[in-house]
Nanobody
């Protein structure tokens, strides 16, 4: 069982930066590939970024590539999302997700494949 709690979402101006954090509970955090998803009003939840269990493999949505960076600290059981050059279209509720990994380099980029979800944190980018 893994519980996830996100933090760091707030109102920011376009062009600004935010750092989202996700704290996990449970003894086997390092066995889970981690990901960030987001959901804007009236839209489906969409993939943002993913990282493998060891952190050696990452994957980003085209819309955030070059602006967002995912990282994890297995000792602290945290995963972060550094968001730079924010745009109004980045406005959404951001969710942390965990998937029990079947290989060390695997990432999981669909919402349906995730095992656990956090409650979400609101990011609002004003233009």
């Amino acid at each position: 069982q893994v519980q996830l709690v996100e933090s760091g979402g707030e109102l920011v101006q376009a062009g600004g930066s935010l750092r989202l954090s996700c704290a996990a509970s449970g003894r086997t955090f390092s066995a889970y590939a981690m990901g960030w998803f987001r959901q804007a009003p009236g839209s489906e939840r969409e993939f943002v970024a993913a990282m493998s269990t060891s952190g050696t493999t990452t994957y980003y949505a085209d819309s955030v590539k070059g602006r967002f960076t995912i990282s994890r600290d297995n000792a602290k059981k945290t995963v972060n999302l550094q968001m730079n050059s924010l745009k109004s279209e980045d406005t959404a509720v951001y969710y942390c997700a965990a998937k029990f990994a079947t290989c060390t380099g695997c990432t999981y980029r669909t919402a349906a494949s995730q095992d656990y979800w956090g409650q979400g944190t609101q990011v609002t980018v004003s233009s």
